[in-house]
């Protein structure tokens, strides 16, 4: 369905701005509904091709209805009798299809919550964003967006979240990005960026992100050391964290309260290997995902910094070289993944120390040497260490060099070996032979004698033995006096 004159729209859509004279039983102007009207009929809305969207949120807008009553929208003073602007505009998993409104981008300069995500919308995102506006959640997750991200995005100052994943952006990364002071949620992954991502030397670029995550893109070259020295919200413990506090008086990060009325920013992520929504971001939550890339080089143990890590993924990349023994500074982390990597030597016995690592994967790199055992590597099963050839330990079944008890000298009765019971040289079968053929010759021989009655022969020689035996008794016997 084709767009209306953005002039018609007279960006009354973000702007409401009430009369004294209206009447008291709408809050909402007539012409305020119809912009609003004339946006809806902007898109083409599929109810059935959402299965998380029962039924789209635009049904309840209506003609002749209040329109602060309608879903998806808030503003401030709704029950105030003079509305004059809109803050929060939510139409997330609405089955909203077609081209993305150009106007998207001249919003009123107090909306602070544009949610457009999980929809199928096409085309590019807006390339003109206000100066001196107030947004500070801009979620376009899980539509079908193509083009580059534009710089203007610099404009939106008061930008705490951007979330731009799951689309079909093509580019490089957006430096640029980094001049936003605020940011504290980044998420591009699975896209078509592509290039180095070299990382900044300019002083407090990305200071408040707490989620960084640029997986599942096309992303090369090594690791972004120079933004690690830069994470300062990933290096401290929230509690130190003050300036997450949200502006306006809010004193929880991630919500808005305008007097009676409040927004909780959500976000879709990859927790611990399982996607999940999170319709509440805890302000204490850090994540680094940069995997599904193809970074190369070794990982710098400046990454052992992020003490407030949770989570750690730099899975399915080309990473050489070792692991780090600085990881056992990430006294926070519940879930590390280093696996489809190239990585070599041994693994750390100080990730042992890790109490809270819920999750670990080191699996199909080129890692060798006994497993630790003990502390945490107890909890992990044979799929965090499998794909390591060289890797031995009770985990992959594996006995290590060193590990076999030592052999006990064979005994005296083995049947192999019986060389030291009969001399070297002789064994029990040789022996056994020779006392089997002198009882035969032994048998034959008396057979001979009593079938001759006496050979001369035989007694001649018995006699000489005798004869020479008596005479050598007596011959002693004479010489010592007998």
Not at 36 to 41: H, N, T
Not at 43 to 60: D, L
Request: with cysteine; aromatic share 10%; hydrophobic share 35%.
């Amino acid at each position: 369905m084709g767009f209306p004159p953005i002039s018609s729209l007279s960006f009354i859509l973000f702007l409401f701005h009430f009369h004294s004279t209206i009447s008291s039983s709408h809050f909402c102007a007539p012409h305020q509904s119809l912009s609003l009207l004339q946006f809806k009929e902007s898109f083409s809305i599929n109810s059935s091709a959402s299965v998380r969207c029962q039924h789209p949120k635009t049904e309840s807008w209506k003609e002749g209805t209040d329109c602060c009553l309608w879903d998806g929208v808030t503003s401030v003073r709704c029950q105030h009798p003079k509305l004059r602007y809109l803050e929060v505009l939510d139409l997330s998993n609405n089955s909203l299809s077609g081209s993305m409104p150009l106007c998207l981008g001249n919003f009123s300069r107090m909306l602070s919550v544009l949610h457009l995500g999980m929809n199928n919308l096409q085309g590019s995102i807006p390339l003109t964003f206000s100066k001196d506006n107030s947004l500070e959640y801009l979620n376009l997750n899980g539509n079908e967006l193509e083009g580059k991200i534009p710089p203007s995005i610099i404009n939106c100052t008061m930008l705490k979240v951007l979330d731009l994943g799951n689309n079909k952006i093509e580019d490089i990364f957006p430096y640029f990005l980094e001049t936003l002071p605020e940011l504290q949620i980044l998420v591009l992954k699975s896209n078509k960026l592509q290039g180095f991502v070299k990382g900044s030397t300019a002083y407090n670029s990305f200071s408040k992100l707490c989620i960084f995550d640029i997986s599942n893109n096309n992303f090369n070259g090594p690791l972004p050391t120079g933004y690690f020295n830069k994470l300062e919200a990933m290096m401290v413990s929230d509690q130190n964290m003050i300036y997450m506090n949200a502006s306006r008086g809010s004193a929880i990060p991630y919500r808005r309260y305008f007097n009676s009325i409040s927004y909780v920013y959500s976000i879709e992520m990859t927790w611990k290997g399982v996607e999940i929504e999170f319709t509440k971001i805890r302000s204490t939550i850090r994540v680094l995902d940069l995997s599904n890339n193809n970074f190369t080089g070794g990982i710098s143990k400046v990454i052992g910094k992020l003490k407030a890590l949770q989570q750690l993924n730099l899975s399915h990349n080309s990473l050489t070289g070792h692991i780090q023994s600085s990881f056992e500074n990430l006294t926070n982390l519940e879930s590390l993944d280093l696996s489809s990597n190239l990585l070599t030597g041994g693994i750390p016995t100080q990730l042992g120390g890790l109490t809270f690592l819920a999750i670990l994967n080191l699996s199909h790199n080129q890692l060798e040497g006994p497993i630790p055992s003990g502390e945490q590597f107890n909890t992990f099963d044979a799929s965090s260490f499998e794909g390591n050839l060289g890797l031995c330990g009770s985990q992959v079944l594996k006995k290590c060099y060193g590990d076999e008890a030592p052999s006990l000298p064979p005994s005296s009765f083995d049947e192999g070996d019986d060389s030291t019971l009969f001399g070297e040289g002789f064994g029990w079968k040789a022996v056994t032979m020779g006392y089997g053929c002198g009882f035969v010759f032994g048998v034959a021989m008396g057979y001979v004698v009593l079938r001759t009655k006496k050979p001369s022969w035989f007694f001649r020689m018995v006699e000489d033995k005798w004869n020479l035996q008596s005479k050598k008794t007596k011959k002693n016997a004479g010489r010592y006096g007998a």
